[in-house]
């Protein structure tokens, strides 16, 4: 995990501010994420539209002409006592 993240700010990301978002779902979403890809990839396209979408409206209101988004996603399968919890 160190490693990944050390990789993506020395060579991958450029230098302009990054913040992390994390979806949180219901306990039956989670469960149905966890066992159907399908759902999963679903759930977390539409969680990066939503976000791109309010992030381009921002840019927009200052000025800013045609703005891009990118994202880094890693779906995390499992909370802090191991138990199963799939979020993004």
């Known amino acids: 995990m160190a490693e990944t993240a050390a990789h ?10 990054v ?7 219901p306990f039956a979403l ?7 890809r399908k759902v999963l990839r679903e759930v977390r396209r539409v969680f990066l539209r939503t976000i791109f979408a309010h992030l381009r ?5 200052r000025g800013l002409i045609d703005p891009e988004c990118g994202a880094v996603s890693f779906v995390q399968r499992f909370g802090s006592a191991l138990n199963l919890q799939t979020h993004s």
Request: glycine content about 0%; aromatic content about 10%.
């Open 30 to 36: 989670r469960y149905r994420m966890a066992y159907d």
């Open 19 to 25: 913040r992390q978002w994390v979806l949180t779902v």
């Open 8 to 17: 993506l700010v020395d060579h991958v990301l450029p230098h302009v501010p």
């Open 57 to 61: 409206r921002r840019a927009r209101a």
